[in-house]
Nanobody, 123 residues
Framework: QVQLVESGGGLVQAGGSLRLSCAAS????????MGWFRQAPGKEREFLAV????????LYSVSVKDRFTISRDNAKNAVYLQLNSLKPEDAAVYYC????????????????WGQGTQVTVSS
């Protein structure tokens, strides 16, 4: 089992930045891939970025790759998502997930999810 807890969401003005954190606990993560998704009201959950825990390889959605950065801290068992140049359309609940699939981008590839953290962007 893997437990994931997101934090760092909040209210930010358009053009601002936030750093989201995902604290992981439970079984060893070295073979896992950690992804960030978001879900806005009335929309499907959307893939944003993923990082392989041991190798550090990353993959981004085209829609956010120029503004968002995923990283991890092995010593802290944490994964981060830096959000820059935020837009009102970035407002959503942001989730981290854990997957055994190499740089997985699809929801069904993820076995564990956090509870989400709300990001609100004011115009």
């Amino acid at each position: 089992q893997v437990q994931l807890v997101e934090s760092g969401g909040g209210l930010v003005q358009a053009g601002g930045s936030l750093r989201l954190s995902c604290a992981a606990s439970g079984r060893a993560f070295s073979r896992l891939n950690m992804g960030w998704f978001r879900q806005a009201p009335g929309k499907e959950r959307e893939f944003l970025a993923v990082i392989n825990w041991s190798r550090g390889n990353t993959l981004y959605s085209v829609s956010v790759k120029d503004r968002f950065t995923i990283s991890r801290d092995n010593a802290k068992n944490a994964v981060y998502l830096q959000l820059n140049s935020l837009k009102p359309e970035d407002a959503a609940v942001y989730y981290c997930g854990a997957s055994a699939v190499w740089l997985g981008t699809r929801i069904f590839e993820y076995d564990f999810w956090g509870q989400g953290t709300q990001v609100t962007v004011s115009s």
